[in-house]
């Protein structure tokens, strides 16, 4: 039993020596202190054995009276709190104490046991508890507000890995602070490459024209020095590969608290929109040319129809037309360069249009130089066109004849007019087909077939180094000739009436006829001015004309008389009839083919057969005869 009180007493000795708390054990009578614990001394300065010593008023000795009324309390009350009370430092200062106490009695000896703790320590747990307890919850809301940034974050970098665009920061120094997927796929820089790095230096280096970008110009830096946006959308950017490719940007401007600190790009690769721009571009410049070619030709036509040029076909029976015709048929489908020759008036333009007519390029134009026409100077623009500004008087582009004529036939009427030094320039378009218009440097590319017609004798002209001897051979690749009208009499009855039937329309006059007395007369006459001049003589003879008789003043000629006069019977009948349409002008060429039967017994071919007579081809005249139908027979009448 009594080995268990030892124990006790060994365990409740031992647990108020290491309680972290102050404890005194006070005898009030005696004054005295009996037991102190390693804190009470460690806090009082003092060691377990001086405090032993110590009467208890020396302890309180700056509140003495305090401790006495707090001591009657406790022993009264059997416990006690105060705040009141002080204890005094073994260096002399004040302890400002907690206090709080109970009455023990042991061998009936009542005793203060008293807890102790150093009020300033207390305050300052009390603030570091506050505070612990202040953090603990601040923390708690720290966290929150992080995942709430985090949450922000999270979304803004799948924002900024979704968007297609590519994005990039760049602080007030200039350097990289981010790049998102997308400006990493278009740059070809991964974001850890440039982050950090000058941007300007890396991408923007360079303008499109090779210039140097002083970063100094760069709008992208220029938003973080004046705060404004800007806005770009011609500049390039370069990959890494050092290939540029380009972009629109947008460069935002960041401020922090009103302070500039760098700013946001956004930029897009703009190829497929520049290319599809410049498709457009080209397409309206085509759209444009195509207008003002259309334009120019158009122009070109309605001049053609004022000058009252309407194509007519070729008419005429005689040898040397039909002969014509076939070397038009012959040569119309090829590209070769035709050249005509004749007298003026003999139908050089009409042989030019039936062979364009007739070939492969009939869709497009043809386009007509009359070279006599056009004064020296003026040759080179009239041919190949000029730009603005290349001779006084040239207010705008102009597209020459060549260019009206691309994949068409230019016709180059008195090509023996084109001045020496310009022939050189003709025979380039010729042989390449290249050519610049007067004041450029561009060279232009045109498909045109040329066909050329000259009444002069275009080889005396080069014998006397009046004309290029290569140009020459260049366009008389085909020659054709085109007979005088004196050379085909055989063709005037029938020109006659077709320039009547014109007149007439043209001058609203009907009624007119030709008798076999104007024929006789028109074929009498020997036609210096060719085809041209009988249109005109028929022309003029309508507009003098009286009812229905036409009024010719012809110059009387010593031209043979034509062979008609020869047939008696058939000079009957015509000479009964003052008119002569169509009809009549066959039954006139069958009395006529009748009456040569007639005379060369039937016979067509050989000396004083029926060709000879007519100076018809003989194969023409047998087929001449078959188409009419005349019954061919030895002393034919009529048919
Ligand atoms: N065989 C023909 N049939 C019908 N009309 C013709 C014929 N030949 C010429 N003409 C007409 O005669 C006129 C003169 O013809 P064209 O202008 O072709 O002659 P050209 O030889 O070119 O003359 P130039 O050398 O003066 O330019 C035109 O009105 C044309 O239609």
Redesign the pocket.
């Known amino acids: 039993m009594t080995g268990n009180t030892d124990l006790q007493h060994m365990l409740a000795l031992q647990t108020l020596q290491t309680i972290q708390e102050s404890l005194l054990v006070i005898d009030p009578y005696a004054d005295r202190l009996l037991m102190s614990n390693a804190t009470a001394q460690q806090q009082l300065g003092y060691s377990a054995s001086d405090l032993i010593r110590l009467p208890a008023s020396q302890l309180f000795k700056h509140c003495l009276a305090d401790l006495i009324n707090f001591s009657e309390q406790v022993l009264t009350q059997q416990r006690g709190w105060s705040l009141d009370l002080c204890c005094c430092h073994r260096d002399g200062y004040p302890l400002a104490i907690e206090i709080s106490a109970c009455a023990i009695n042991i061998n009936e000896k009542p005793l203060l046991a008293m807890l102790i703790r150093d009020r300033q320590q207390l305050h300052k747990q009390e603030k570091k508890a506050r505070a612990d307890d202040y953090i603990r919850r601040g923390l708690g809301e720290w966290q929150q507000i992080e995942e709430i940034f985090q949450e922000i974050e999270r979304e803004n970098q799948l924002l900024l890995q979704a968007v297609g665009d590519g994005i990039y920061g760049v602080n007030a120094s200039g350097q990289t602070t981010f790049l998102n997927p997308a400006a990493e796929q278009m740059l070809g820089w991964q974001a850890d490459e440039v982050v950090g790095e000058d941007i300007h230096t890396l991408i923007h280096h360079t303008h499109a024209d090779g210039g140097h970008y002083h970063v100094e110009d760069c709008p992208i830096y220029a938003a973080f020095h004046d705060g404004a946006v800007h806005r770009v959308d011609n500049e390039i950017f370069w990959r890494k590969d050092g290939t540029a490719f380009p972009v629109e940007y947008t460069s935002t401007p960041v401020t922090d608290h009103g302070r500039l600190v760098g700013a946001v790009v956004i930029f897009r690769d703009i190829t497929e929109r520049k290319e599809t721009e410049h498709n457009l571009h080209s397409a309206l410049e085509e759209v444009n040319r195509l207008k003002q070619r259309l334009e120019q030709e158009n122009a070109y036509l309605q001049e053609e129809i004022r000058s009252e040029y309407n194509y007519?076909?070729?008419?005429?029976k005689s040898t040397a037309?039909q002969r014509t015709i076939h070397q038009v048929q012959l040569v119309a489908p090829t590209e070769a360069n035709v050249l005509i020759s004749?007298?003026?008036?003999?139908?050089?333009?009409?042989?030019a249009r039936a062979i364009h007519e007739s070939s492969g390029r009939s869709e497009r134009p043809l386009i007509r130089v009359n070279c006599a026409a056009i004064p020296r100077e003026l040759f080179e623009s009239e041919f190949f066109g000029h730009v603005k500004g290349a001779f006084t008087g040239a207010t705008g582009d102009r597209a020459g004849r060549f260019e009206l004529a691309d994949g068409g036939t230019l016709f180059l009427?008195?090509v023996g007019e084109i001045p020496i030094e310009l022939q050189g320039k003709l025979l380039r378009v010729l042989q390449e087909g290249q050519f610049e218009r007067v004041g450029d440097s561009r060279t232009r590319k045109v498909d045109v077939r040329l066909i050329a017609?000259t009444?002069r004798d275009l080889l005396q002209e080069v014998r006397k180094k009046q004309f290029r001897e290569d140009l020459y051979f260049r366009l008389n690749v085909f020659p054709v000739e085109?007979a005088a009208l004196r050379e085909r009499r055989d063709?005037i009855p029938l020109?006659a009436t077709?320039f009547l039937y014109h007149a007439r329309q043209k001058l609203n006059k009907p009624q007119v006829r030709l008798t076999r007395g104007d024929i006789r007369r028109l074929s009498d006459y020997h036609w210096p001015g060719?085809?041209?001049e009988l249109?005109n003589v028929i022309e003029r003879a309508v507009i003098l004309s009286r009812g229905e008789r036409l009024s010719f003043d012809l110059p009387v000629t010593s031209t043979a008389p034509v062979p008609l006069n020869n047939s008696s019977q058939a000079s009957e009948e015509i000479d009964a009839s003052t008119l002569m349409t169509c009809e009549e002008l066959r039954a006139l060429e069958i009395s006529n083919i009748c009456l040569a039967l007639q005379h060369s017994n039937g016979r067509i071919f050989g000396r004083d057969g029926a060709a000879e007579r007519l100076n018809m081809k003989p194969t023409t005249l047998a087929s001449r005869i078959k188409r009419l139908g005349i019954e061919k027979r030895p002393q034919q009448e009529n048919t």
């Open positions: 007519k076909e070729i008419v005429g037309i004749g007298e003026s008036g003999t139908g050089k333009e009409l042989i009427d008195e017609a009444n085109s063709d020109l077709h060719n085809i041209r249109e």
